[in-house]
């Protein structure tokens, strides 16, 4: 990658993790232009070139991706939702709704599938990697636990289309290989963020950070690849897992969906972590090592 379109790639982040954290707000053009340091000018036309997307698609896509997962997983109104996702209406976030998943905002919190909607067929089968297990067997090999992370800064690499066979574990070797240059292996937690849901996001669009904690003045000098951020003091519901990788994707799925409905805890709008604990065999993918771990807060009733 040369240097030009690295400093592309790296603004267009900034945008992204902008407009991520901002959903709830009306986001003009020249707010993201200032963000990514481009001329109001040229910078739609940039970041359709570093995406794939038009602004307004993406903030769309990623407004109705949360809203799917507020309306499986949090009992706030449909209109509260709706207001907390960025849209001016409940009649106008039902409209775009149906429109993009080809199913109302009602019918799919009582069902919680997109059957009909051509995005269906752009989906991730990730139902076809869970075991089966009975509720005993689920809370026995899932046990969860509530804790606190203090707020961290990480380095991390974005991968688009994560589905891509070996584009995920090549990236781990990568942030590996540079963590053990900079003396950072040994001391510093390796994980994976989660920032889309398999179920409503299309795999080409679907976005995984593979990331590194940070000491607290450590610099990192030029790099090709590796972005930084904050990440806020969160709650989190954590399970540890050992196994192989239908193991894990069943205790992704019990953990946001049985234990996660019937808690008092609804989701925080913060990625999900998949945190390593044996760093040595992170890119063994036959068997895992990990804590999963739920971004969470009291449920608010409205």
Request: glycine share 2%; with cysteine.
């Amino acid at each position: 990658m040369n240097k030009s379109s690295e400093i592309y790639r790296h603004r267009i982040n900034k945008v992204i993790d902008y407009v991520t954290q901002n959903l709830d707000k009306s986001i003009s053009l020249d707010e993201l232009a200032s963000v990514s340091f481009f001329s109001p000018y040229h910078f739609h036309r940039i970041f359709v070139a570093v995406t794939g997307e038009s602004v307004n698609n993406f903030t769309v896509r990623i407004r109705l991706e949360k809203t799917a997962r507020l309306l499986k997983f949090s009992k706030n109104t449909i209109s509260n939702i709706a207001f907390e996702c960025g849209f001016s209406s409940p009649s106008d976030f039902s409209r775009t709704f149906k429109q993009y998943f080809g199913v109302a905002p009602s019918t799919y919190r009582k069902n919680g599938e997109i059957k009909n909607s051509k995005i269906r067929q752009e989906l991730f089968p990730v139902n076809d990697y869970h075991y089966t297990m009975t509720e005993e067997e689920l809370k026995n090999n899932y046990p969860v636990e509530i804790r606190e992370l203090p707020k961290r800064r990480i380095a991390y690499i974005r991968i688009t289309n994560s589905f891509e066979e070996g584009v995920v574990i090549k990236t781990y070797e990568n942030i590996i290989k540079w963590a053990k240059k900079t003396n950072l292996f040994d001391s510093e937690q390796i994980f994976g963020m989660s920032t889309n849901d398999p179920l409503v996001t299309p795999k080409e669009k679907y976005r995984y950070e593979v990331c590194i904690t940070l000491p607290e003045n450590f610099e990192i000098k030029s790099t090709n690849f590796i972005e930084t951020m904050i990440l806020p003091k969160c709650k989190y519901a954590i399970t540890s897992v050992s196994g192989d990788f239908n193991f894990v994707a069943t205790g992704i799925k019990y953990l946001y969906t049985d234990w996660l409905i019937n808690s008092e805890f609804e989701p925080e709008h913060q990625p999900g972590l998949e945190l390593f604990l044996d760093k040595e065999n992170i890119c063994n993918w036959s068997h895992f090592d990990l804590e999963l771990c739920a971004p969470i807060k009291t449920i608010k009733i409205y």
